[in-house]
């Protein structure tokens, strides 16, 4: 009877190491035979160092004195033939235009900006209305690029269009607003570029490479007004006319971004 215990004990034994091995080749095959993944080291000294960095704004301001002036110029009669009346309005023009050569008015420097041609009525208190003529209108803007020029262009426009001229408009310009505007951004980048060196310096950094650079507001010279001054040849004094020109203001704002260390 022992023997019989002594078989049924070791048969139990064997029977559980079958099991036990059959459980790890299961395991060892749905696992492809591969070893586990190591994980990836999330620890912060692993992470790279954010670069610190440095905004700043600067603002740069540069002026000019207007050097030139523009002017409306216009040639209004009236005659009893459209075609006299266009003629004589043809003729007057040309003779202004003409007056202003030697002030360095050029062809390029004149514009026509309008022409007109209407019927002009006299309206009697019985009655219909009569035709007396016709009233035309040639307009031209001009542009004296010395200013030092202009009031003996307007005088001598105004002189040689006589009664049948009108000068108005005028607006003092500046040539060369690039420049201008050139100087104003120049400023701004100088004196964002002190401010940011000021506050590196301050911490105990030094300002590296720029990172972007923008322009983040402008201001340019502002739009001429319109300054009237309504001339007939009639009551127009001979004498130039006295121009005073000023001074335009134009500004920029630029935001730069640096590496710091």
């Given amino acids: 009877m022992n023997g019989d215990i002594t078989l049924s ?14 459980v790890v080749a299961y395991l060892l095959g749905s696992s492809g035979g591969t070893t586990p993944a ?7 000294q692993a992470e790279q160092p954010t670069p610190r960095q440095l905004t700043m704004t600067g603002t740069g301001e540069a002026g000019a004195v207007p050097d030139q ?7 209004h009669l009236t005659r009893p033939d459209l075609d006299d009346a266009l003629a004589a309005a043809n003729q007057s023009m040309s003779r202004v235009l003409a007056s202003l050569k030697k002030y360095g008015v050029e062809k390029a420097d004149v ?72 100087r104003a951004r120049d400023a701004a980048v100088e004196e964002a ?20 650079i923008s322009e983040v507001g402008a201001e340019p010279l502002p739009t001429p007004e319109p300054q009237s ?17 000023g001074r335009d203001e134009a500004s920029v704002t630029v935001k730069i971004v640096w590496h710091l260390g």
């Fill in 9 to 22: 004990v070791r048969s139990f034994v064997i029977g559980l190491l079958v099991l036990v091995a059959l």
């Fill in 38 to 44: 190591v994980a990836a080291d999330t620890s912060p």
């Fill in 69 to 75: 002036l523009s002017f409306a110029l216009g040639v």
């Fill in 111 to 182: 514009q026509t900006t309008g022409l007109s041609m209407d019927p002009v009525y006299d309206y009697p208190r019985y009655g219909d209305p009569v035709l007396r003529g016709y009233r035309v209108s040639e307009r031209a803007r001009v542009l004296v690029d010395d200013l030092k020029r202009a009031g003996g262009a307007v005088t001598a426009a105004v002189a040689a269009g006589g009664n049948d001229v009108r000068v108005d408009d005028l607006r003092l310009l500046v040539g060369d607003t690039d420049a201008v505007m050139k």
């Fill in 193 to 212: 570029r002190a401010k940011a060196e000021q506050y590196a310096a301050a911490s105990g950094e030094d300002l590296g490479d720029v990172v972007t």
């Fill in 229 to 245: 001054a309504d001339m007939p040849g009639r009551a127009f004094n001979a004498s130039s006319v006295p121009i005073r020109a």
